[in-house]
Antibody, heavy 121, light 106 residues
Framework: QLRLLESGPGLVKPSQTLSLTCAVSGGYIRKGGHSWSWIRQPPGKGLEWIGYIYQSDKSYTNPSLASLRGRVALSVDTFRNYFFLEVTSVTAADTAVYYC??????????WGQGISVIVSS | EIVLTQSPATLSLSPGQRATVSCRASQNVGSFLAWYQQKTGQAPRLLIYETSNRATGIPARFSGSGSGTNFTLTISSLEPEDFAVYYCHQRANWPRTFGQGTKLEI
């Protein structure tokens, strides 16, 4: 059974960079032709799809999330079976639960448990 | 982007009753519409994909229908564990989008 697990800081200061890791087990990122996504959920709100990465060098970030424009980087380490999210210059608006998931091109069929990130000084 | 509008925002029902949640898309998404269930404090779980296909392990009381711009999630007879928030999601176009959610409460 595929499992995903997010890790990273639970508290980030404004203007700093948020770096999150998603560890994939029970399967291989480099096999199967899947894409790998990040989604976030601000407190009390709905789901926002941040973007996905595919085959190490192809990524897509959501241009409709204006608040994230130009601040998001997605990357993957296919040998260690991790993928990553970086958000620079964070503000309080980036406070959310962040989920990693398999899919993006395809359906989001496996999700991590989520990691709560608070941006506060 | 494709906007997905769910209705109702909140649905108050009792165990054993039938639940129907609607999702309307601002553009044609073909059959590329999925439904997710999210319980409090948990990650979303894929219920239905490509409009009407149940994901692995999803009970038969969950069903999906529709096409184009109008879709429906139906729970035929509510179990206590079904009370949660439900989201529709389209992967027909970029960026992928979600509906705003429907809270199914007792």
């Amino acid at each position: 059974q595929l499992r995903l697990l997010e890790s990273g800081p639970g508290l980030v200061k404004p203007s700093q960079t948020l770096s999150l890791t998603c560890a994939v087990s029970g399967g291989y990122i480099r096999k199967g032709g899947h894409s790998w996504s990040w989604i976030r959920q601000p407190p009390g709100k709905g789901l926002e799809w941040i973007g996905y990465i595919y085959q190490s060098d192809k990524s897509y970030t959501n241009p409709s999330l204006a608040s994230l424009r130009g601040r998001v980087a997605l990357s993957v380490d296919t040998f260690r079976n991790y993928f990553f999210l970086e958000v620079t210059s964070v503000t309080a608006a980036d406070t959310a639960v962040y989920y990693c998931a398999r899919g993006g091109v395809g359906n989001l069929d496996f999700w991590g448990q989520g990691i709560s990130v608070i941006v506060s000084s | 982007e494709i906007v997905l509008t769910q209705s109702p925002a909140t649905l108050s029902l009792s165990p054993g009753q039938r639940a129907t949640v609607s999702c309307r898309a601002s553009q044609n998404v073909g059959s590329f519409l999925a439904w997710y269930q999210q319980k409090t404090g948990q990650a979303p779980r894929l219920l239905i994909y490509e409009t009407s296909n149940r994901a692995t392990g999803i009970p038969a009381r969950f069903s999906g229908s529709g096409s184009g711009t109008n879709f429906t999630l139906t729970i035929s007879s509510l179990e206590p564990e079904d009370f949660a928030v439900y989201y529709c999601h389209q992967r027909a176009n970029w960026p992928r989008t979600f509906g705003q959610g429907t809270k199914l409460e007792i």
